[in-house]
């Protein structure tokens, strides 16, 4: 029956074909036709997707993610079994040549698909690690990790489109054996032109899932104090203090010291030191850091401290420690404290700041 139905279909095209304007019109009302079908495919998806989705919010996702995958599938696999075969007898090279492009467009289509399903799938799992009840540490871990996935998968797929693409080159077979057979120098040529991006790309990889890197990490690198927004497979990107992007390659974390305040847990310890003379009142000066501490909603009250940490060239150093919950409040805090501390010592107690004395002898 299919047959018989297929050969009905090549002989109306065949009769179609041999007057032009008859087939230019074959043409427009195939082509009309299959974006018809696929807006009608698409939108009963989306409404069947949508109402399910009432019930469990996985069919929520399908209904915005892959109502357009649908129509360009559909679409262009109209377009493929009816455009090429209506066209005038007269125009069989560009018969050929949209039939070959239509194939391109419906392999690329087909990665975009996979890629969707991966990419729903792995947002799932991401959406769920949000969701979950564990510590922001192993959260932040957790999703790096996933985004790390995400980009491997999107690359792989990228890949294999493209080589799937390839293969429908004809003598595409016989290009790749001579290719081989001559890639001695052009192995050596490309590995070292490669070197590089292989080494970031490895070197992301490595950040990802070795756990020494985390998006949110608080680090200092090249002498500047910021908050990791992205890694990605061959660059990791610093949001600096002042708003500044730092945008560094992976394999500068695997070559070169840099300092991770987070690695490990988000809370962090920062310090402020401020210099006054011998005379000091410590106790005074370290009831007023208490109170500072009290006032500040940085301070997460986990400990604070203020010890004299020097004593030379006539003045005393007073160093105050205090905590907070990550590397941006820590330093909201320092400041804060450095200021209040200062003006303290300034309008309250002016007898405590740093004074240089001269000895003058009796003959003076």
Same mark, same amino acid.
């Given at each position: 029956?299919?047959?018989?139905?297929?050969?009905?279909?090549?002989?109306?095209?065949?009769?179609?074909?041999?007057?032009?304007?008859?087939?230019?019109?074959?043409?427009?009302?195939?082509?009309?036709?299959?974006?018809?079908?696929?807006? @009608?495919?698409?939108?009963?998806?989306?409404?069947?997707?949508? &109402?399910?989705?009432?019930?469990?919010?996985?069919?929520?996702?399908?209904?915005?993610?892959?109502?357009?995958?649908?129509?360009?599938?559909?679409?262009?696999?109209?377009?493929?079994?009816?455009?090429?075969?209506?066209?005038?007898?007269?125009?069989?090279?560009?018969?050929?040549?949209?039939?070959?492009?239509?194939?391109?467009?419906?392999?690329?289509?087909?990665?975009?698909? !996979?890629?969707?399903?991966?990419?729903?799938?792995?947002?799932?799992?991401?959406?769920?690690?949000?969701?979950?009840?564990?510590?922001?540490?192993? @959260?932040?871990?957790? &999703?790096?990790?996933?985004?790390?996935?995400? &980009?491997?998968?999107?690359?792989? @797929?990228?890949?294999?489109? +493209?080589?799937?693409?390839?293969?429908?080159?004809?003598?595409?077979?016989?290009?790749?054996?001579?290719?081989?057979?001559?890639?001695?120098?052009?192995?050596?040529?490309?590995?070292?032109?490669?070197?590089?991006?292989?080494?970031?790309?490895?070197?992301?990889?490595?950040?990802?899932?070795?756990?020494?890197?985390?998006?949110?990490?608080?680090?200092?690198?090249?002498?500047?104090?910021?908050?990791?927004?992205?890694?990605?497979?061959?660059?990791? @990107?610093?949001? !600096?203090?002042?708003?500044?992007?730092?945008?560094?390659?992976?394999?500068?974390?695997?070559?070169?010291?840099?300092?991770?305040?987070?690695?490990?847990?988000?809370?962090?310890?920062?310090?402020?030191? +401020?210099?006054?003379?011998?005379?000091?009142?410590?106790?005074?000066?370290?009831?007023?850091?208490?109170? !500072?501490?009290?006032?500040?909603?940085?301070?997460?009250?986990?400990?604070?401290?203020?010890?004299?940490?020097?004593?030379?060239?006539?003045?005393?150093?007073?160093?105050?420690?205090?905590?907070?919950?990550?590397?941006?409040?820590?330093?909201?805090?320092?400041?804060?404290?450095?200021?209040?501390?200062?003006?303290?010592?300034?309008?309250?107690?002016?007898?405590?700041?740093?004074?240089?004395? !001269?000895?003058?002898?009796?003959?003076?």
């Amino acid at each position: 029956m299919t047959s018989e139905i297929q050969d009905d279909v090549t002989e109306i095209a065949e009769t179609v074909s041999t007057h032009m304007w008859t087939a230019w019109l074959a043409v427009a009302v195939a082509a009309v036709s299959a974006v018809v079908l696929g807006f @009608v495919i698409s939108w009963i998806f989306r409404t069947s997707m949508t &109402r399910l989705g009432r019930h469990h919010q996985v069919f929520t996702e399908l209904a915005a993610r892959f109502p357009k995958p649908v129509f360009w599938i559909v679409t262009t696999v109209g377009w493929k079994a009816t455009i090429p075969p209506f066209f005038p007898e007269d125009f069989a090279h560009l018969r050929g040549a949209f039939d070959y492009g239509f194939t391109l467009a419906i392999i690329g289509i087909v990665g975009w698909i !996979i890629a969707k399903i991966l990419m729903f799938l792995v947002d799932g799992a991401m959406q769920k690690q949000d969701e979950s009840n564990a510590d922001e540490f192993t @959260v932040r871990r957790r &999703r790096t990790q996933i985004r790390m996935i995400r &980009r491997l998968v999107i690359a792989l @797929v990228a890949i294999l489109t +493209v080589a799937a693409m390839l293969l429908t080159i004809p003598g595409a077979r016989t290009f790749g054996a001579s290719l081989l057979a001559s890639a001695g120098l052009a192995s050596i040529v490309a590995g070292m032109a490669a070197q590089t991006t292989l080494g970031n790309v490895i070197a992301g990889m490595q950040l990802a899932f070795s756990n020494a890197l985390k998006v949110g990490d608080t680090v200092e690198v090249d002498d500047e104090f910021g908050t990791v927004e992205e890694i990605t497979l061959t660059y990791v @990107v610093v949001q !600096i203090w002042d708003d500044r992007r730092h945008v560094l390659p992976s394999t500068y974390f695997t070559t070169t010291p840099y300092t991770n305040w987070t690695r490990n847990q988000t809370a962090v310890t920062g310090t402020v030191f +401020v210099e006054a003379d011998y005379t000091v009142d410590v106790p005074a000066v370290r009831a007023e850091l208490e109170r !500072i501490l009290d006032a500040a909603p940085e301070w997460d009250r986990r400990s604070w401290g203020l010890i004299v940490s020097d004593a030379t060239g006539g003045t005393v150093q007073l160093r105050a420690t205090m905590t907070a919950a990550n590397g941006d409040d820590i330093w909201v805090l320092r400041c804060d404290v450095r200021e209040q501390l200062v003006a303290f010592l300034g309008t309250q107690r002016p007898q405590d700041l740093s004074r240089t004395r !001269i000895e003058m002898g009796a003959d003076d």
